[in-house]
């Protein structure tokens, strides 16, 4: 905690008194990533603060407020005392977001909105906060839990680290948090599943491990960002069961197999991308029920077998990737024919038979790729066949195959330790900008990402939702 407070200070105290050219030498130098030191004395500084109520607020819980401040409504004034507590867990703000956090009207923060109570229209309330991109180091208090009229919460690209503190379960109004892009550590942070009306979900590039709860697929959510942690374990069987219509999932350590449920996301699934995990078996047919799917990509797995034959009932797929995995046997002369398909790679596998409909040609709609296959000395850049011949000889059958994952390792419980290793959180300049599409409502941001792998990226800006205007 010292190094990250001594760098706060001093960053401020320097930039008060030093020319521009100075300022700019010190905002450089606090650009820089937490160490991991640093990150694990910012969670263990959390862990004291939350220690005292469990991370829950009490409902009579008290708040220093001091007395020449006063307030238009108990709404703003419980606000500020969050707003506050907020502000002293902050120790790096090189971009001085919340310079400006002083005083009673917490409307004209800088990243706070307001806008009139949903019960009650003559008083006004904060509905928001959006401090994205700030690259603030510090921790997320209790008190926050106090902001109960929030409808959206979005700090994705900061160095936020320690948990998720239980006190967000008192925020019955929001729709979408997105923590994307910190450092948060420790288990799938339950509490957002006990955030009623929550449909936004964006965890990802954060150190989350363990398995991911079965319940997460129950809520009744529109999106699920949680790629790019340090999840394991298997898929929960009742995947199928979400309503979601992005589900990412991709750069964890998923085991075991697709689970069958996922057919039953028919009526809502638009993109499902499940890429570099180390999932087996083969792919489910019951895959091939999602037939309103756009995206699919399993690509980077340990998928063995064939294709399904119903993907050719996958009529509104746009992008199917299921490179770098061990399917074998025929890439399926329909699917290659799919009416609206514009991408389909099926590189990297052990595909011996390709339909005239699936050979690559700048002629075709379609951009195909089908290097590292098995599919002879007729096309370039084939697999040589001494590494194809034992697989071919082997077929896996689809009809007897079992995947191996056995059940899930017990969920991890997170004690901050100095000693922790924790990896780097993607450098700044991944964070390639979303922003020439700035979307501004939800369903504008889900067609946004079809464009291509968006998903994968750290972001620089957050769906706006309605209330946000
Ligand atoms: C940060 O912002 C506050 C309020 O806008 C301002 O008074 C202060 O000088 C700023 N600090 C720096 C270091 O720019
Ligand atoms: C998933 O949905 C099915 C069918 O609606 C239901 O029977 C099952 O209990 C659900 N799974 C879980 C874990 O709640
Ligand atoms: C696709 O969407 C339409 C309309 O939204 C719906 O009627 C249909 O059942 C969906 N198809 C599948 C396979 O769920
Ligand atoms: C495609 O869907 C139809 C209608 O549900 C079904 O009868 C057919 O068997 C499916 N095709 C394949 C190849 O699974
Ligand atoms: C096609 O998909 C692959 C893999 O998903 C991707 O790397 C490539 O950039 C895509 N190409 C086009 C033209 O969209």
């Known amino acids: 905690m010292e190094a990250a407070c001594r760098r706060c200070r001093s960053s401020i105290r320097l930039a008060l008194v030093t020319l521009a050219a100075a300022a700019l030498l010190m905002a ?61 867990a902050i120790y790096s703000d090189p971009k001085n977001f919340t310079g400006g956090w002083v005083g009673a009207d917490v409307c004209s923060y800088f990243g706070v909105t307001c806008t009139q109570a949903l019960d009650d229209p003559k008083i006004t309330v904060v509905a928001g906060v959006d401090l994205n991109g700030g690259d603030i180091a510090g921790y997320l208090p209790a008190e926050l839990g106090l902001m109960s009229d929030l409808a959206f919460f979005h700090i994705n690209s900061n160095r936020f680290c320690g948990i998720i503190p239980k006190s967000f379960n008192r925020l019955a109004l929001l729709h979408e948090l997105d923590v994307s892009n910190n450092r948060f550590v420790g288990a799938f942070p339950d509490v957002v599943l006990q ?128 490179s770098r995995n061990q399917l074998a046997g025929a890439v399926l002369e329909r699917v290659c024919k799919l009416p609206t398909l514009v991408n389909f790679s099926f590189a990297h596998n052990f595909f011996s038979v390709e339909p005239a409909a699936c050979v690559p040609s700048e002629d075709k709609p379609v951009v195909l790729d089908d290097s590292g296959n098995c599919l002879g000395s007729g096309r370039p ?33 997170y004690t901050p330790s100095p000693k922790r290793q924790m990896p780097s959180p993607p450098k700044t300049m991944h964070v390639v900008s979303r922003g020439i599409m700035e979307p501004h409502n939800h369903h504008q941001f889900l067609q946004a990402s079809n464009a291509g792998a968006g998903w994968m990226k750290p972001r620089a800006g957050t769906p706006r939702s309605a209330e946000e205007r």
């Open 28 to 88: 450089a130098a606090a650009v820089a990533a937490l160490s991991d030191a640093e990150a694990s004395d910012i969670a263990r500084r959390q862990m004291l603060s939350l220690r005292e109520r469990n991370g829950e607020l009490p409902n009579d819980f008290e708040f220093d407020i001091h007395v020449d401040v006063t307030f238009a409504n108990e709404h703003l004034r419980r606000a500020y005392a969050a707003l506050q507590a907020w502000r002293r």
């Open 195 to 322: 955030i009623p009306v929550l449909k936004y979900l964006d965890i990802r590039f954060n150190d989350f491990d363990g398995a991911l709860p079965p319940q997460l697929f129950e809520k009744d959510l529109d999106a699920i960002f949680v790629n790019s942690n340090r999840f394991v374990g298997s898929i929960p069987d009742n995947f199928g069961n979400s309503t979601a219509t992005v589900v990412v999932l991709a750069n964890n350590a998923f085991i075991g197999c697709i689970p069958r449920s996922i057919g039953r996301m028919a009526d809502t699934l638009d993109e499902l991308v499940l890429l570099n995990n180390r999932l087996d078996g083969c792919i489910p047919p019951e895959i091939t029920d999602l037939g309103n799917t756009t995206v699919v990509d399993v690509s980077g797995n340990a998928l063995a077998g064939t294709l399904p034959e119903g993907l050719v009932n996958m009529t509104k797929l746009e992008q199917l990737d299921v």
């Open 381 to 413: 850049e084939q697999k040589p066949s001494p590494v194809c011949a034992p697989v071919l000889a082997h077929p896996v059958d689809c009809r007897t195959n079992v995947c191996s994952a056995g059940p899930n390792p017990p969920r991890p419980t």
